[in-house]
């Protein structure tokens, strides 16, 4: 399918623009008929750079998504023909890019295909989750109830990613301001000193201190093109051996045993997994194909492969708490209470339950991360700058003291 870009006019003469995917241009001429729109040009778009395909993930943001599902669903529970709430959603849309796929969903349905047939033309916009759970809606004939289930579980994936960029941005971005500190510290402050040092006091002998800094600081700087070059090679390393099937499963396994970051990932994991499998199980969708969605959506390949496994042994007839105990990827604590669901028939409210606890477990353990490494990292760098200071000022007490002797 390609993209091609048109031009067309509206009933009252305006000029309007956008994109569209189709198969040819003819197919976009109809469409653009369907919404009584009359095609002035059609062009196909040329393989170029494309900021949409190289931005990171969808080039629709969750908030838009939220607010499209929330009000999708208003109108429809309203009673508004589909086609008709696509069209009032697709001219009010502050996004120019969805709205541009709201129009091309809105032609898909006038042409024939159902809701979530549409929305699978565009899965950087709706992935698998969502286009199931429509589906799910479309024939049990629940769509808007659904819909306000997807914006409920939207905000909720939301608010765990911001806390996920909570428990690793904090470290990550305090160790490289600590980094930059050092570097200036060691290339430019201190080669300062040691001139100074060298026109008050010519050869006298420095300070222990001071003469292992000095040293310190010239061997960084002579060496500085070589730790220059190994940490590139080091990236290059990293990103090659991650997009190895092992490295990476190596990788997501050491995250989830690391101390004090481990424990907060798998609480992450756990959330997301009953939460998504709740919200599926909830709306109809059958388990099977709820796991498959759950496993895709894990973004874990440890958790991936315990939720694969679980789903090959349920299709062998066993129940879902034994084979996911045997994983070791979850708590024993939750598994049981995913057997106990299993065994009242209450699976999907047992995983909105144990969802909800979760949530809460990852919020407080985000605060005691935070709160347990800032004191830590500014001690450390606290104590690498003060030591560095101390060392550079020891010369300067001791002209000082020999100034006032004379």
Known sequence: MAEFAWEARGRAGEVKKGVMEAETADAVQTRLRAQNLSPVAVKKKAK????????????????????????????????????????????????????????????????????????????????????????????????????????????????LKRQVKGALVYPIGVGLI??????????????????????????????ALTAAVIAISKGFITWLPAIILGGIGISVAFTYTYRQPKGREFF????????????????IAVARFTRTLGTLLTSGVPILDALNIVAKASGNVVIEKAINNTADKIREGKTMAEPLLATKAFPSMVVQMIGVGEQTGALDQMLNK?????????????????????????????GMVGTMLIAMYMPIFDIAGKIKAE
Request: charged residues 20%; aromatic residues 6%; negative net charge.
């Open 48 to 159: 170029g750079l494309n900021l949409a395909a190289l931005s990171i993930g969808s080039p629709v943001s969750e908030k838009d998504l939220v607010v499209f599902v929330r009000q999708f669903a208003t109108m429809i529970d309203a009673g508004l023909p589909l086609v008709q709430c696509l069209e009032i959603l697709s001219a009010q849309g502050e996004n120019k890019v969805f709205n541009d796929i709201l129009r091309d969903i809105k032609g898909s349905v006038e042409e024939g295909a159902t809701f979530s047939e549409s929305l699978r033309r565009h899965p950087k916009v709706f992935d698998e989750l969502f286009v199931n759970l429509v589906q799910a809606g479309e024939m049990g004939g629940i769509l808007d109830t659904i819909l306000n289930r997807l914006a409920v579980y939207i905000e909720k994936r939301v608010k």
């Open 178 to 207: 600590a980094a930059a500190v050092l570097v200036i510290l060691l290339v430019w402050v201190i080669p300062t000193f040691e001139d100074m040092f060298k026109d008050f006091g010519g050869d006298a002998e420095l300070p």
């Open 252 to 267: 997501h396994r050491l995250l989830l045993t690391v101390p004090i970051m481990g424990p907060v990932m798998r609480k």
């Open 354 to 382: 144990i969802a909800d606890f979760y949530e809460e477990e990852v919020d407080v353990a985000v605060a005691a991360l935070t709160s347990l490494l800032e004191p830590i990292m500014m001690v450390v760098i606290g």
